[in-house]
């Protein structure tokens, strides 16, 4: 099994940076796919963005150009960097590990990304 550890959330104001960082336990490229999901409180957590084993990347329209998920392999980590934050960009963020070989997904723990106006 893999555990996940997130960092790099935290409090920004609007138009302003921030980089996540999702650090496995395991080789993440055990699994089909790695990705981040966010969750604002209220509302159902939703994909932001994912990238595949072999490299290809999808991104939720209301992300596309200014985030970006990426890779380090050697490091087993999986970041996504986020540039020209909203306030509606507000939510905690998930790491996600899809269709590893043991048929399990994982989840990291969260972190909270607040944008303020």
């Known amino acids: 099994q893999v555990q996940l550890v997130e960092s790099g959330g935290g409090l920004v104001q609007a138009g302003g940076s921030l980089r996540l960082s999702c650090a496995a336990s395991?080789?993440?490229?055990?699994?089909?796919?790695v990705g981040w999901y966010r969750q604002a409180p209220g509302k159902q957590r939703e994909l932001v963005t994912a990238?595949?084993?072999?490299?290809?990347?999808n991104y939720a329209d209301s992300v596309k150009g200014r985030f970006a998920i990426s890779r380090d392999i050697a490091k087993n980590a999986v970041y996504l960097q986020m540039y020209s934050l909203k306030p509606e960009d507000t939510a905690v963020y998930y790491c996600?590990?899809?269709?590893?070989?043991?048929?399990?997904?994982?989840w990291g723990q969260g972190t909270q990304v607040t944008v303020s106006a």
């Open positions: 996600k590990l899809s269709g590893g070989s043991d048929g399990d997904d994982y």
């Open positions: 395991g080789s993440i490229l055990s699994f089909n796919a």
């Open positions: 990238v595949s084993r072999g490299g290809r990347t």
